[in-house]
């Protein structure tokens, strides 16, 4: 059995980044912004209802979150934390599945709706070994995503089945830490220093039943979820690639063709080549991007218009303000005073937006 399917295509290099990882993080004390400062990506990141990084650059956050704390229990500590009601549609429909071993399954299908990220089974005797791979990477996963990765999957079984599971052994590529969180979480010997990282589990364990199995729900999420990964395959959107490379971009700078050229490992001509394809030229691809990246930016009331106008690269405000003045018609405060009156009357306040 194994977890990953021949792809006549390669799904983007696009990893998600939902407002529930920046809860989690701020739930063990650190911040977004103090996050993405050490991982030197955008401060704006974390704003709207999610992000898109590279593989390079979420490697860089879960390296960050090692950095920031000496919690060898982090990853643990950020699994267990987590309800299952904040995971997204694609690993929250595993929850429901039939057993465990069809959870896995569809972990593993749905799994390249976040991150091009791909989990390799492995069935032999009474083992049942998960590797990860990841499409994109020029370097090794932090350790701590891949004991994030590997919590996850036992929290999916225990959840599920209800039952105190426990694997077979784990296989870490790391050094022993001076502490047993980690065997004392997984509750089996964990071996270091290994070749590979590796979570092995008991196949006995893969057919114990979900209590919770709702095949109603999965009926209606399976065919969206299963249409929203064919798309991916099938219809990579150069123009939405663009524009998130755009974005990330902007603060420093109007940022060239080459410059996302390389970011999205092709050369010049292929790019242009491919943005010509969908009807389109690089600097309408950039006004896009910054239209969209403005209105995000002025919808946060705490952002002054001077800080928006430097994080979308323009060199001075009043040049900001002629461009915004052509894309909506009104000036950037005309429009966030509408927009932001406009959302105090349709969500009014009350005691309960404080729970």
């Known amino acids: 059995m194994s977890g990953d399917k021949p792809m006549s295509n390669i799904p983007p290099d696009r990893c998600r980044v939902p407002q529930a990882f920046w809860r989690s993080i701020e ?39 090692e950095d920031l704390t000496a919690d060898p229990g982090l990853s643990i500590r950020l699994v267990t ?20 071993r069809d959870g896995l399954a569809r972990t ?66 790391c050094s ?12 089996c010997e964990i071996h270091y220093g290994a070749s590979q990282n590796a979570l092995v589990l008991k196949t006995a364990d893969l057919d114990h039943p979900f209590p919770g199995h709702n095949p109603e729900l999965l009926e209606m999420l399976t065919p969206v979820l299963a249409s929203a990964l064919d ?20 603060p420093s700078g109007r940022p060239e063709l080459s410059e996302v050229a390389r970011d999205l490992a092709m050369s010049e001509r292929t790019l242009q ?32 218009i001077d800080e928006v106008a ?11 303000y002629r461009a915004f003045r052509d894309w909506e018609g009104v000036t950037p405060s005309q429009w966030r005073g509408t927009r932001l009156g406009y959302l105090s009357q349709t969500i009014p306040f009350s005691n309960a937006s404080l729970t």
């Open 27 to 65: 739930s063990i004390g650190l911040t977004a912004a103090s996050v993405l400062r050490q991982a030197r990506l955008p401060g704006t990141l974390h704003l709207g209802d999610q992000g898109f990084v590279t593989t390079a650059q979420y490697f860089s956050l879960w390296k960050a979150l």
């Open 81 to 100: 934390g987590t309800a299952t009601a904040v995971h997204p549609p694609s690993s929250l429909c595993a929850f429901y599945a039939r057993d465990y």
């Open 108 to 173: 593993a299908r749905f799994k390249r709706l976040c991150t091009p990220e791909q989990l390799h089974f492995t069935e032999e005797d009474n083992t049942f070994t998960i590797r990860t791979g990841w499409l994109h990477a020029t370097g090794p996963e932090p350790m701590i995503a891949t004991e994030v990765a590997f919590a996850c999957l036992m929290e999916l079984g225990r959840r599920g089945t209800g039952r105190h599971l426990t694997p077979h052994w784990v296989e870490l590529t």
């Open 176 to 187: 022993a830490p001076n502490s047993d969180v980690h065997r004392a979480y997984f509750g």
């Open 231 to 250: 798309e991916i395959q099938a219809h990579s959107s150069i123009r939405e690639q663009v524009k998130i490379v755009l974005k990330r971009g902007l």
């Open 273 to 304: 080549r491919r943005i010509t394809e969908e009807a389109a030229t690089f600097r309408e691809l950039l006004m896009e991007a910054r239209q969209e990246l403005g209105r995000q930016l002025l919808s946060d009331p705490s952002a002054t």
């Open 310 to 320: 430097c994080l979308l690269g323009y060199q001075d405000t009043s040049s900001f």
